[in-house]
Every structure is written in C-alpha cells, then in structure tokens.
C-alpha cells in the first residue's frame, strides 16, 4: 500500500505519534487520494500536557515520559485536532527533533510542584510555557491552503474517523475476545485492547493488508535479530547472526508469547507502521514495515519483518474495524 515519505523522529521517543500519524496519512490517502504532511509534535505536546496533568493526579507515583501508545494517538485526534506539518513542525528552523532535556525539564517542573503542599491553579501556565520555549509556539486558528481552521475543524476536513480504528492483543493472562488495560508502562491512559488468539491476531493483520488497509504495529525491536543495517527483523537461535542466508526460525507459540511477555523479555519498544506483505524466493513471508528513523535506515527506511517475528514480538496493533474477518467479528460479538 501507498504510504506517505519516511521521516525521522530524531533523538526523541515519540514512535507512538510518527507511527500512528503515518498510519493516519495512509488511511486519508486511501480514502481520498491525497496525501497530507500532518504534524506528530502537535499531537505529542498535547500529549505531554495530558500526561502532566495524570503525574499529578497521582501524586508523581504515574509514569511521565516521551512514550505514548496509537490509541493516544486516536484520542488526541478526537479531543484537540490535528495540525499540518508546515504550519506547526515542533521544531526550529533546520533544526532536529530533540526531546531528552525536555522530558528532564518539563517532569521537574512537575515534580516542584508536587513538593507543595498545595497544587497551583496556574501550573499549567508554566507548563505551556516551557512547551512553547522547545517546541515553538503554535496558533489555535491557521491558514492553510487558502482556508481558516482550527486543529478540530482541520482534522474534521480530513474525512477519517477515529471511532473507526480499534486495537488488538494476544495474551493468555486475560480472557480471549474481551478488552483490557494492556499491562505496559506507556500505556498511561489505561487505553482497552482486545484480546485474541494468536492466529486471529495474525489474521487480523492480513485481512487489512490484503484489503488494502495499513496497520499500526507496537512490539519488541531490542531483539538481536532486528538488524536495521540489514532491514531485517527476524527471530535467531542462540549463535546464529543476520547475514546473507536466512537463519531458521522456530514458529513462536501462544505460550512462547505470554512467556516473554512475561519475564519482560519481550516489551513495549517501538511503533512501527506496516504497510505490506513480500514473499522471498524460499516462500517466507516478510511484512514490510515503515519506521520513523529516517531514510537512511534499513532499506530507504523500511523494515522487513518475518511472520515469526511479528508472532512472538507483536505487543499490539491498530486497525480499521471494516477489515475484520466475519469469523472473529462472530467471536467478537458473542462476548
């Protein structure tokens, strides 16, 4: 599928907004045949601010960090709009996305305040502030393309609705076909996913793909055998390496899964965007998979993951709900 241009996140650990905007520009192109060049920083200080508020919330004991998942994404959408690139970049002029001491700064300006016994009413003031100070500032009404919008009117003009995306995982510690809080740190809105076998999430990705659709893909990249050099990611036995023959994989099982999952030797990593399905002359399959780490990486900035990989490593996905088979859809409604 037809995918907008590779861009780079830079020293940031926004994948969540890179990933699901890419997502989003498939879906508008798909839809409309347009492409558009829509903002992940606009998202991403909303984002922050939305985090800031549920650190306090919790007395600091919640995680603040540069992590989100896709369906903050999707929210952030729905409740603040959307802005294009040109008009709101979050970054100064020929400059890079850098985020690290923004993180640091923003969380111990959290963290004075805390050591108050009272919150400040205003703290969101100085909050905006040091937004504004690293990220540029950003108008709430806009020009673009000869028309006045707002973030919410402008999203609205894109013809996509966020109701109609949904996410799915497959873990044994809570029921199957049900919805649930997925366990992970950046899951900080407590966002649902819904619980399926192994095969049917599988299924679930090359419904979409063979309709035409795109998948919004979170899983495991620290894994050896995720070789950006190679544009490869694939699942090695003790002592094999990513080279010019394929390594043999073993086919992960739903145990397998939960098991890493588990110990933590699987985790929450990287947001990717999967894009398509390619075939190698030995008849495995790869999924091709756009990244945010810029053209430069893997092979003009995609990676090839294998079935197997995206078995055992896949921590969740997003998809249109019209590419649901029937079969699981049955299954869905019966609970």
């Known amino acids: 599928m037809e995918a907008t241009e590779v861009k780079s996140q830079d020293n940031t650990g926004t994948c969540w907004s890179f990933s699901a905007t890419s997502f989003l ?62 008009i709101y970049s979050g970054k100064k002029p020929g400059g890079r996305h850098n985020h690290n001491e ?8 959290l963290d004075s305040i805390l050591k108050k016994d009272i919150i400040e009413p205003h703290w969101k003031e100085g909050f905006e502030a040091l937004l504004d100070k ?3 500032q950003y108008s709430p009404v806009f020009t673009y393309n000869n028309v006045i919008y707002s973030p919410v009117s402008f999203a609205a003009s894109l013809g996509i609705n966020p109701d109609d995306y949904q996410g799915f995982t497959s873990y044994t510690h809570h029921p199957f076909y049900e919805s649930f809080a997925l366990e992970i740190p950046d899951n900080y809105s407590r966002g649902y996913y819904t619980n ?17 659709y795109t998948v919004e893909w979170d899983g495991d990249v620290s ?25 043999v994989e073993d086919v992960p099982t ?19 965007h999967i894009t398509g399905i390619a075939i190698d002359q030995k008849g495995n399959k790869y999924y091709i998979t756009k990244n945010s780490w810029g053209k430069s990486a893997g092979i003009d900035g995609y990676v090839y993951m294998s079935e197997n990989y995206v078995k055992l490593k896949t921590v969740s996905i997003f998809i249109n709900k019209k590419t649901i088979p029937p079969v699981i859809q049955h299954f869905l409604e019966k609970h």
């Open 102 to 109: 923004l993180e640091k700064i923003l969380k111990n300006y």
């Open 223 to 247: 894994e050896p055998g995720f070789a950006r050099n190679n544009a490869a990611a694939l699942l090695l036995r003790p002592g094999q390496i990513v080279g010019d023959s394929i390594p």
């Open 196 to 212: 399926l076998p192994l095969e049917q999430l599988i299924e679930l990705i090359d419904a979409s793909l063979d309709q035409g």
């Open 134 to 136: 690293h990220l540029g």
């Open 254 to 272: 739903q145990e397998l899964r939960q098991a890493t999952f588990d110990s933590h030797e699987t985790t929450d990593d990287h947001l990717m």
């Open 25 to 86: 520009e498939s879906e508008i192109l798909r839809k409309s045949g347009k492409k558009f060049d829509l903002s992940e920083i606009y998202v991403v200080r909303k984002i922050y601010l939305d985090k800031a508020e549920n650190y306090l919330r919790f007395h600091g004991k919640a995680n603040f960090s540069q992590g989100a998942l896709a369906h903050d994404q999707l929210r952030a959408m729905k409740q603040y709009g959307l802005m294009p690139e040109e």
